[in-house]
């Protein structure tokens, strides 16, 4: 499950975004948001569908069952 965290901190940066803002669009804290990126929380199934959309990519690339990041529709 590592793979997620890294993901998901990887799609940030690719997008130029900074925790803070990652955090606002999810509704939540940045400190409560870097637990995710870090792996200290394990991230809600809402909100990695949520950041799959955010990012226009799948649940599975972010759980890294596909090295695709592209999403199929």
């Not at 590592?2 to 975004?17: A, G, P, W």
């Not at 759980?63 to 199929?72: A, F, K, M, S, V």
Request: charged fraction near 30%; aromatic fraction near 10%; charge should be negative.
């Amino acid at each position: 499950m590592r793979i997620m965290y890294r993901r998901i901190r990887e799609l940030r940066e690719d997008h130029d975004l900074n925790q803070t803002a990652v955090a606002k669009m999810l509704g939540m804290s940045q400190t409560g948001y870097s637990k995710y990126e870090t792996g200290e929380n394990d991230v809600p199934t809402q909100v990695l569908i949520k950041l799959a959309k955010f990012y226009h990519t799948s649940v599975d690339y972010l759980l890294g069952q596909t090295d695709y990041p592209d999403r199929y529709e």
